[in-house]
């Protein structure tokens, strides 16, 4: 994960999603009388992404992103398994920042179907210390060509695994939880109802 980007507050694409991106604090502007400096406040990001499945005999496959753990090199690594996502860039919209952040991330060129469900979580940034309130919105996203030996180099392996075998790599609870909310949607899909 690269470092968290803050959003423009223009509010342009964020009042029409509903999203709120927030504001961050510098206790660089404060005044001499304020000492102690108030705690910061939770700084918020947005970043964006897909649960890309596709159907091989009666298999359901997704794609995962793994990289090596930190601390570890070489081809025997323990990895660390992931759903693609990322962070928006200046004047797009959350869906358009999953489909680009999966298509760079994973060499596959991808179609959005429908919105899954977000996730919610605090992390304290490693450079900076802040604390980050990040929503992430996953899509349900389909193939349509490209390969995953052409991912970029955030991630050091890219491939379809099982949809049960996914459950099991996936690293966090929450983004297996986003792959447990995709099921019905993907049987929808399957049984050709369209979305």
């Known amino acids: 994960m690269t470092n968290p980007t803050l959003l423009p507050e223009d509010g342009s694409e964020a009042a029409a999603a509903g999203i709120d991106y927030g504001i961050a604090v510098s206790a660089a502007g404060l005044a001499s009388d304020s000492w102690p ?5 939770n700084v918020k990001v947005v ?12 298999l359901i496959e997704t794609l995962l992103c ?4 930190p601390g570890y090199q070489g081809e025997d690594a323990p990895l660390t398994w992931r ?3 990322g962070t928006p860039e200046h004047g ?28 919610h979580y605090f992390f ?27 991912h970029d180099a955030e991630f050091d392996v890219v491939e379809w695994c099982g949809y049960e075998q996914a459950l099991e790599l996936l690293e966090y ?13 993907i049987e929808t899909y399957r049984e050709g109802d369209g979305l």
């Open 47 to 58: 970043s964006a992404g897909g649960l890309v499945f596709r159907q091989s005999g009666d």
């Open 66 to 69: 793994a990289r090596a753990r």
């Open 124 to 150: 304290v940034g490693h450079d900076d210390g802040i604390r980050y309130d990040k929503t992430v919105y996953f899509y349900l996203m389909e193939p349509l060509g490209g390969s995953t030996s052409d």
């Open 92 to 119: 797009e919209t959350v869906e358009e920042t999953a489909q680009r952040e999966v298509q760079e991330e994973t060499g596959v060129r991808v179609n959005v179907l429908a919105p899954i469900t977000s996730i």
């Open 173 to 185: 609870d929450n983004e297996r939880s986003v792959l447990e909310e995709a099921r019905s949607l």
């Open 83 to 85: 759903l693609p996502k």
């Open 37 to 41: 400096p108030e705690p910061h406040p």
